[in-house]
């Protein structure tokens, strides 16, 4: 499967393609710049993933690295409450460009091991995903760091790949 990863800055999208692709977490990340391409097998699926840079600078860019893939990933820190609004803000302009229609869509509420991290419930609500239409949406929270709930992400994954 070919899947964009997107979200706000220092969400932990470039934390997920590590962790799935050598099982590393780090405290030390360097924020992406445009964009990371890399190809990840996992059992007996190939993923190619686009993790895309989440400063806003960067953020024009997700419409072209989201064309034409199998599924989006959304990244959400969790535990950052503050930046729901701008989350939600884009994600949904995201989602309004007709060349996105009907791409499947995982939402990750990231971070779950910081205290006071929104559940999914919550996330639902604050980012408005009860409104998306005509696409399969998912939200999961997770921990990059703990590595909680990795496995029903690759699940999710792995139903996408053809
Ligand atoms: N506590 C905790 N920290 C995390 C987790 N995932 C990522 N981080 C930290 O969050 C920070 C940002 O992670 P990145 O993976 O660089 O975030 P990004 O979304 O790729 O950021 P950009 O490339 O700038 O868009 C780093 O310090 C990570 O170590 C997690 O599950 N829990
Ligand atoms: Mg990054």
């Known amino acids: 499967a070919e899947i964009s990863v997107v979200g706000l800055q ?7 393609v590590n962790v799935i692709g050598s099982g590393q977490w780090s405290e ?25 840079a989440g400063q806003p600078k960067f953020r024009s ?7 034409g893939v199998d599924a989006i990933i959304f990244v959400v820190d969790s535990a950052d409450t503050e930046k729901f609004d701008t989350a939600r803000f ?7 460009q007709a060349s996105l ?13 910081v205290d ?7 996330l639902i ?3 408005q995903l009860d409104k998306i ?20 992400v690759l699940r999710w994954l792995a139903e996408r790949s053809h």
């Open 90 to 96: 884009e994600l949904h302009q995201l989602l309004s």
């Open 101 to 113: 229609n009907g791409v499947p869509l995982l939402v990750l509420g990231n971070k779950n091991d």
């Open 61 to 67: 860019m997700w419409e072209r690295y989201c064309n």
């Open 125 to 127: 609500k604050a980012l």
């Open 116 to 122: 006071g991290h929104a559940p999914v419930k919550d």
């Open 10 to 16: 220092a969400s932990g999208k470039t934390s997920f």
């Open 133 to 152: 239409q005509g696409r399969p949406v998912s939200c999961y929270s997770c921990s990059m760091k703990s590595q909680h709930n990795l496995d029903i």
């Open 28 to 52: 030390d990340v360097v924020p992406t710049v445009a964009f990371n391409y890399r190809k990840v097998r996992k059992g007996n699926i190939t993923l190619k993933i686009w993790d895309v």
